[in-house]
């Protein structure tokens, strides 16, 4: 059964698996409808931002860490609401203890 077998060292036995595949894989040009499960040979920008200020979708409160530390559900930290900004605008408001 030893004529069967033939035996590379790892060096050698890697250098001909990579020589079995190329280096840059192929790319195609196809339609966005039929790219669902493809993957982009190259980054797809927008040509402009959408909406064209920063904002954030999700409502929330900004706190201090420190002001929350040991609160949980039975004991609550009570903070107070010092202020509001709106969507599209700067937040002008600095977050003091409580």
Not at 30 to 37: Q, R, V, W
Not at 63 to 91: I, Y
């Amino acid at each position: 059964m030893g004529e069967f077998l033939s035996l590379l060292p790892p060096q050698a036995a890697l250098e001909k698996f990579l020589a079995a595949f190329s280096a840059t894989p192929a790319t195609e040009a196809i339609a966005t409808e039929a790219a669902l499960g493809r993957v982009s040979a190259e980054n797809v920008l927008a040509p402009h931002d959408l909406p064209s200020f920063s904002r954030s979708t999700v409502d929330g409160y900004a706190v201090r860490a420190k002001d929350t530390h040991g609160a949980s559900e039975g004991l609550p930290a009570f903070l107070n609401v010092v202020g509001e900004v709106q969507m599209g605008t700067q937040a002008n408001i600095a977050l003091r203890v409580g």
